[in-house]
Nanobody, 125 residues
C-alpha cells in the first residue's frame, strides 16, 4: 500500500514561486512512476506533470511547460513540483499520485492507483 502526503501549498503571487512536496510511505517509491494533478472548483482533475521512477523521463501539460519542474528524491521517498511564474488559472487543489510499482510513466489519471489528500494552491493576480 502507498500513502501520499502533500505539503507546501498556500498563497502565491502570479509570477512568484512555490514548491510542493509529496512524501510517500510506500516501500516501492523508487519504482513508482509519479504524477501531479490539479483540480479547480467545478472542474475535472487535470494532468500537470509526471515522472518515471528514475526521474529520467518527465511529461508536462502544455499549460505549465517551461514554468513548472517535477523532480524526485528516491533516497527521501519524496516527489516535488517547483512552480515558477504560476498563473491565476493555476489556482486549484494539487494532488500527488502514484502508479503501481514498475508501471510506466503516464499522463492519464485513470492509470494512477494512489493519491494523497491534496494541497491548496491559490495564485493571486
Amino acid at each position: 500500500q502507498v500513502q501520499l502526503v502533500e505539503s507546501g501549498g498556500g498563497l502565491v503571487q502570479a509570477g512568484g514561486s512555490l514548491r510542493l512536496s509529496c512524501a510517500s510511505s510506500g516501500r516501492t517509491f523508487s519504482s513508482n512512476a509519479m504524477g501531479w494533478f490539479r483540480q479547480a472548483p467545478g472542474k475535472e482533475r487535470e494532468f500537470v506533470a509526471a515522472t518515471s521512477w528514475s526521474g529520467n523521463t518527465t511529461y508536462y501539460a502544455d499549460s505549465v511547460k517551461s514554468r513548472f519542474t517535477i523532480s524526485r528524491d528516491n533516497t527521501k521517498n519524496t516527489l516535488y513540483l517547483q512552480m515558477d511564474r504560476p498563473k491565476a488559472e493555476g489556482t486549484a487543489v494539487y494532488y500527488c499520485e502514484a502508479r503501481q510499482a514498475e508501471a510506466a510513466v503516464s499522463r492519464a489519471r485513470s492509470e494512477y492507483d494512489y493519491w494523497g489528500q491534496g494541497t491548496q494552491v491559490t495564485v493571486s493576480s
